[in-house]
């Protein structure tokens, strides 16, 4: 039987550490919920990736369930979005300037398009 997590005075432990190295630390479950062709331009100094689709735009998708962008499932980087000035336009917000950085090398569209998959979590 899989362990469903660790309690300890009723919050669940998402991490748990000897010393300073992780032992456990609870997996995330994502689900895809759409896959686009988009044209990202990362803001400097903002931590903040602007996504363009101007083939669809976002209007027919709800960005506000979306919380991670990835390329894969097992690559997924956490993600707050924005609406942007238009239908073709967001903003990804990054918690962490790593998860930035990560976020430019892995959806350079210095060359043209690049295939980006927005994910949610799953219960």
Avoid: C
């Avoid at 090398?105 to 398009?113: C, H, I």
């Amino acid at each position: 039987m899989a362990r469903e997590g660790i309690y300890v005075g009723g919050k669940e432990i998402k991490q748990r550490y000897v010393g300073t190295k992780l032992v456990r630390e609870k997996r995330i479950r994502v689900l895809e919920l759409f896959g686009k062709r988009v044209i990202a331009s990362p803001s400097y100094g903002e931590n903040v990736m602007h996504i363009y689709d101007y083939a669809f735009g976002f209007q027919n998708n709800s960005i506000d369930d979306v919380r991670f962008i990835g390329k894969t499932e097992s690559n997924v980087i956490p993600v707050t979005l924005e609406r942007g000035y238009s239908n073709n336009h967001i903003k990804a917000r990054f918690r962490t300037t790593e998860d930035f950085e990560k976020a430019k090398s892995l959806f350079n569209s210095s060359n043209g398009e690049t295939y980006m998959s927005f994910y949610s979590t799953w219960r």
